[in-house]
Structure formats: C-alpha cells, structure tokens
C-alpha cells in the first residue's frame, strides 16, 4: 500500500472522524484528504513528475501534514528539512536533491534566498503564511484548492517516498532513500505490536523531519486514529495538559524527553488514557525505568531500535521490561536481524558485532552516493540477499534477544539526534585560531551524549569559547554544537599522526 | 522594572545563549520553540534564567507556550507578574 492510501482510506471510512488536532484547530479525514488532492493535482499540473524531489521546510503544522501526503499523492519524493537547520546546511541538501519544489514559510523567506545561493537550479516556491513573497512563488492555501488530482493511482509500492538526511560519518548529511514499501511494512509491524487502532489519539511532538516523528503520523492515519501535533516538548507541563485533555493514548520519546518528564512534579496527576510510551533514538538509561512506572503505572513502556536506514528493527514486548530492561528486543515482523563480523560470519550469543538487517524495510540507498551505499548495504555471500549493516554494535542472546553495544564509528547522538564529530570538527577549524581539534561525546543525564570540543590553540591565539560557539551557530545545527569546549595544551595521536578519539 | 527593560534583558540572554552573539537579535514576535531557536532543554534554561534573574518562580501550570514562546510573550507575562508581586 502506498503511503497517501493511508490518508485516502480512512477518510473513506471515517470521513469526518477528527483526523489532525493542531493547537485549537481541528481537522477531520475529509478535509485533509480534499486538501491533498488539490496540492496534488497543483503539483501535478505545475510539472511534477514522479520521483521529482519537493522539499519540505515547515514545522509541525497542518501545512506539513497536508505536504506529506500531497506530495506522496502527485507521485513526488518528499525531502523533509528541519526548520532549524541553518542557510548553509540548506544549501548543501537543496544543491544535492534539486528539488522542483520548495515549501517554507513566508517569514523564512531571507535565510531561503541564502541556502539557494550555493544552487545550480532554483526550485519553484510555495510559502505558507501572510508575508509578502515574490511573484515567480505561489501560496499553498491558493495550491491546496486547486483542481485536484484525478484518482488515477500513479504510485507503486517500490516508488522513492522519502529522502531524509543523516550526518554521516564522513561529514557532509547524507540523503537516505526509503520507497513507498518500506514505511508500509513498518507502519504495519509497528501498528501491530502497540496494537494501533481508530479510537487512539496519538501525541507527536516529535519533528515530522525525522523519521520517528514521521512515523507518529504515518501509523495513527493507517490505523484511523487521531494526531495531536505538537511543535515540540519545550513546555513539558503544557504537554502534560495536552495528555490530559485530549486523552492521549499514545506518544513517543527519547531518552531526553524521559529525563525531564522524569524531573517534573507529577505527584498528584494520573494519566487513565495513556495507553503505551514508546522508547527510541537511543537507549534509555535504566534508571529511567521505575521512575516512569511511578508517574505511569498503568502504561506499557516499549523500548525499540531503529535507524534511519531501515526505520525500525526490534522492540521489547513491555511484559518484558521488568526481565529484560537492557535489552531493546527481538526482531519485529517482516525484519531478520544478525549479529555478524566484518566478513558477514554469524556471531553466536555473547560475542559482540555488528547488527545487519534483512528485510523489506532496508532503504534503496543514499541519494547520490553510490560508493557510502556500497559500503552499507552488501550481498550476503551464502544467499545473495541485501543486508543492511547498521554499524551499531551488539550481543544476542540464546533467546533472540538483542543489546545495544555502542555505534560503531564516533556519531555522537545528542538530543536524540545525531552528531558526526568531524563535521563539526570541520567547522570549527574553519576558525583561524585553531590548531587542532577534536569533538566526543560525553555522557549526559539530559542530552543522552553532550558534545564536547576540546581545542589546542595556535601559539600565541586568542579565542573564547563563546566565539567558538558563535561560529558553529553559523554552520550547525542547534543540537551539533558543542555543549563544551576545553583548551588544552595538547591532543593524543596515533603513530600516524591522526588524532585518537579515544585517550 | 518596564516591560521594554524586561523585553531587553530576555532578548540579550537568548542571543547570547542560543545564538552565542549578543549582536544578533530574534524578532520579538518569533516563535521560540516553532523556529528551533530554543528546544526543550533551552526552556529549561530560559526558565531558569528568569527565575534567577527576576527573583520569581513559576507554578506548573504558568510554564506554557502562551507565556514563554516568544519574547514578546515572555515580556508581557513576567510584566505582569511581576506587577502583581510588588503591588
């Protein structure tokens, strides 16, 4: 099934069931579904073929869920860019897709004119908001009422849905490409095991920019339900709220969401609703656990795995968390999981290696990248099939279970999200003053991993910390630059001169 | 204390703490967290801010978008809480 079937289905079934809650606004199947089909058939109409690239620069909002779908309908491949990313990142991931179309805010219109000048081709404009915009633009609210797409399903299963970029270990994001088919055997193994149905109303406050949050929606529209869309959990006591009084039967969360909700007075509140939480994007501290039980007696805790190039691989069954609460599960429907060497040789229990995955959910590859994909996804020597190494390091048990080692390569994930220390290395060297540097993650209750600098300064150099900072908030980011800088006197090398990442 | 001396000394610590330059300025009527100017861990550290600052702390129920999401909100709020404290 493709993915704007989701949206067709259900508003064929529950036509004005409320669909999307953002904020006070409510909108049922119906009007999201009319909305889609006229965005669809403006792209259309305005010369989108299909796998055409349209980037997506919005924030949670109504605009991006009705984006999503539209797109998808027309038969284009959806790029999602997070709002916070600066003019410069920007550029790089618009000049490496070349999108047809671009979908921003009016009021973002200057930092857009900056991220297209690194541009080969400019792509046609469609802004949200009242601001004034250039006349060669369109306004979405004008595109979401034209004809719409006739229902002639020009989408196949295998077509290119989404593109997201990662940071990659070599610095510059890579643009993972996962099909059509790929989110629908997840949202189906995914809708199965939290046992997803019409009557739950699901909390997303994760950016619809990455694949977790994008999920959020993806499941709750497959199954009928209701999303109540956030635009963040920076108000952690209004989200609260929003548990309570919408009934929230379901969200997700990283362990740094856990850790402030974890933090909150929530001694008189009870959550009667709240069906299940669900754990990603890193391990959630042990500790976590009966610290959530507390506040959440009567809700099922799932701790998952999962990475972008595969969306998801195991989850733990939450009967199980008590038994096992190291361990992240086993293997989720459709998905056959190893612990393998470098050579592609099975490791038996207790040894560790790295996680490989076979399966429909494995991505085609990254855009424009042959020789990383090449590196990622590889033949099995024995069957011939595609294997997915996931570079995260792990144990299996006798009983299938698997426990997250570490990453394989430096990524540091921060937030939940994830650094690679040599792009922001890169940055910071971009400073006159700098002589060497190296960026590691260290343990933080809050951040998961804090991103830590530790800098040795020309002879002679001065430069303070918040300059360093400043500079980095120019090329970064938010959750990439470095919570910590140090000064040091010097940096340990190996024989050949390469800075260690470990002392 | 004025609202605009409140306005001026909130818009100064998220310059300097989330923009790590106090010469650049976020527009007053800007959403904080809808932008990526701040994030859920930045809250934390606005609220923190103002509360050592202003010598004020907040109940659960004042800590909300409606009050702190952008600087104009937060001037206007912590105005008026801070009217109500000293009158």
């Known amino acids: 099934m493709t993915i704007s079937h989701y949206l067709t289905a259900s508003a064929k079934k529950y036509p004005d069931k409320e669909a999307l809650i953002c904020g006070k606004k409510k909108f049922t199947y119906r009007t999201l579904n009319d909305a889609m089909m006229s965005l669809a058939g403006f792209l259309v109409a305005n010369g989108l073929n299909k796998e055409d690239r349209v980037a997506v620069f919005l924030d949670n909002s109504y605009e991006a869920v009705v984006s999503v779908f539209g797109i998808l309908q027309a038969g284009g491949t959806l790029v999602l860019i997070h709002p916070s990313t600066p003019a410069e990142r920007m550029g790089y991931i618009l000049q490496n897709c070349e999108p047809r179309f671009l979908v921003a805010p009016s009021s973002r219109f200057s930092q857009i004119v900056d991220a297209e000048k690194v541009c080969t081709t400019i792509p046609t404009h469609i802004y949200t908001g009242n601001d004034d915009i250039p006349i060669s633009a369109f306004r979405f609210d004008v595109a979401c009422k034209t004809k719409p797409i006739n229902d002639k399903n020009i989408v196949s299963d295998e077509d290119l849905a989404v593109i997201v970029y990662t940071s990659g270990s070599t610095g510059k994001p890579k643009g993972v490409m996962l099909t059509h088919r790929n989110f629908d055997v997840v949202t189906d193994a995914v809708s199965e095991y939290l046992e997803n149905t019409s009557d739950d109303i699901i909390l997303d406050f994760l950016p619809l920019s990455i694949t977790y949050g994008l999920l959020q929606l993806l499941v709750t529209f497959r199954t009928g339900g209701t999303l109540v869309l956030e635009k963040g959990f920076g108000f952690p006591y209004e989200i609260i709220k929003r548990i309570k009084e919408e009934k929230i039967t379901g969200f997700a969360g990283a362990p740094t969401v856990y850790s402030i909700i974890t933090h909150l007075n929530l001694e008189s509140e009870t959550f009667p609703s709240l069906r299940y939480i669900t754990n990603a994007a890193a391990a959630m501290p042990y500790s976590f656990i009966p610290k959530l039980r507390k506040i959440f007696p009567t809700t099922k805790i799932y701790l998952m795995h999962g990475l972008t190039e595969c969306l998801r691989t195991t989850y733990l069954p939450p009967e199980e968390i008590e038994t096992r609460p190291t361990s992240v599960g086993r293997g989720m429907k459709y998905v056959q999981l190893s612990v393998e060497d470098e050579n592609g040789n099975r490791l038996t229990s207790g040894q560790v290696g790295e996680l490989c995955v076979r399966g429909p959910n494995i991505m085609r590859g990254y855009w424009n990248d042959p020789d990383t994909t090449a590196k990622v996804l590889r033949q099995d020597k024995n069957t011939g099939e595609i294997v997915l190494r996931s570079g995260d390091l792990f144990t299996v048990n006798d009983e299938g279970y698997f426990y997250f080692v570490s990453r394989m390569d430096d990524i540091i994930k921060s937030r939940g999200r994830k650094v690679s220390p040599v792009e922001v290395e890169d940055v910071i060297y971009l400073c006159e003053e700098v002589l060497e540097v190296r960026v590691i993650g260290i343990p933080d209750t809050l951040l998961g991993q804090a991103v830590k600098a530790e800098i040795v300064l020309k002879k002679g150099a001065t430069i303070t910390a918040d300059q360093i900072k400043a500079e980095c908030k120019k090329r970064l980011e938010d959750f990439q630059i470095p919570q910590k800088i140090e000064f040091v006197q010097s940096l340990p090398k190996t024989a050949g001169g390469k800075i260690k990442r470990t002392n | ?87």
Request: aromatic content about 10%; proline content about 0%; charged content about 30%.
């Open chain 2, 1 to 87: 204390m004025t609202k605009e001396e409140i306005g001026t000394s909130v818009s100064k610590f998220i310059s300097k703490t989330f923009l790590f330059d106090e010469t650049k300025k976020v527009g007053e009527n800007v959403s904080l967290l809808g932008t990526g100017v701040i994030d859920s861990t930045g809250v934390l550290e606005l609220i923190s801010f103002l509360e050592s600052t202003f010598s004020v702390k907040f109940a659960d129920n004042e800590l909300v978008g409606d009050n702190f999401d952008s600087i104009d909100k937060i001037q206007n709020f912590m105005h008026e809480k801070l009217s109500r404290r000293n009158n």
